[in-house]
């Protein structure tokens, strides 16, 4: 029965079908060939029951904040701020765009807005500057990895639900992996600069600096008004969705440039993504009541143990799959089809789930910056104009850095626990 969901949804993928038709039609096929095949109701069933709960409803309003934060204009006054602190830098528009995707980070939690928004402007200005497009390309893709690890993450907010943690918790363990990914890449950057002659531009004054972090001031605190919010018990992860929102327009009203038209534009968007992730999360629970009741998450497990009772080598098993899987899925199918499966298997192994949340978080992201599948890559050809053979081996290097970091996450968790345990206190986890 796995075999026939999972076959049949890589080969829908491959066929180009949309992610959300693609894993419903692997459900009905799952079902019309099980023993349930006369109670096909129970899939409209799970669906609706699967969307219907309180801690998704974070998922619009985070959305909602990074589109509104792209139509009222606060990328360009996030990266001009990130522009006047290390553009001087050698590959200085490369390290730019690194920071830049850290700052936005901090307000939409989503690669595809990073992309989107931020890349346009981003991949401008290296153009104009005289870097290769295809490098401009590639360092954008992969600095939007950054943006859904660091809080607060959409992404994070469904491995919430899915393996019954608290998404403060979740987001507090993102923040110091988002940072040395982050790290890694600007540290990357410098390395090609020694092998590569890269465009220069001379240091911001002083009064550059000071002038672009007034001008982009009420941006930059953004982060910190949601995260603390959230931190402070002022509000649930839900209500500083809402509260980000909120803050993006007040920020447009201010700046005079939220105008109806682009209000209505982000809210266009908005609606589109989350129509679309929520039927993807109605399928998998739909698809995760059948494994449950056919006992597949048990007789992985079983496997997994008749191979190898080592938790280093199992972690490394479940590495390669992971990105495996990343190549040709999207996170957000993935991790909703792969967590239930493999909850009880890391808890055998004495795993941390929010630490395993982490690495499946970062292991599926990297998959964005991945072919055949990244969808980065593709917003990278249609925003940056370049042609995709160019931009998928632009981004091979980049890979590298991405990599390490994700195995030393794996294998050093306190990397991951140790910030949330310092503010929330020790995990009491629900299992």
Known sequence: MFVVLFIGFIILILLRVPVSMAIGAAVLLTFATSEFSDA???????VLEGVNKPSLAAVPFF??????????????????????????????????????????????????????GLGAI????MRERGYKPEFAAAVTVCSAVVGPIIPPSIGLVIYAFLAQQSVERMFLAGLVPGLI?????????????????????ERAPLSHVRHAAIDGILALIAPGIILGSILGGFVTATEAGVLACVYSMGLGMFYKTLTFERLWQALTDTMLMTSVIMIIIGFSIAMGWLLAIEQVPQQIGDAVFSITDSRYVFLAMMLVFIILVGCVVE???????LVPMLLPVIDSFGIDRVHFGIIIQLGLLIGIATPPMGIGLYIMVEVGKVPFE?????VLPFLVPLMIVLILITYFPQLTLWFPDLVLGPETSVR
């Open 40 to 46: 096909l109701y129970i899939i409209p069933q799970q």
């Open 63 to 116: 959305i909602m904040a990074g589109n509104l934060m792209n139509v009222v204009g606060m990328t360009d006054r996030i990266f001009n701020f990130a522009n006047s602190l290390v553009g001087h830098f050698r590959a200085g528009l490369a390290q730019v765009n690194v920071l830049s995707s850290m700052i936005f980070a901090g307000v939409s939690g989503a690669a595809v807005a990073d992309c989107a």
């Open 122 to 125: 981003e991949i401008k200005a």
């Open 181 to 201: 990914v982050g790290g890694s890449l600007m540290l990357f950057n410098r390395l090609l600069a020694i092998r590569h002659k890269f465009p220069t531009q």
């Open 331 to 337: 996170g957000v199918p993935a991790k909703l089809m």
């Open 390 to 394: 160019k931009v998928t081996m632009a």
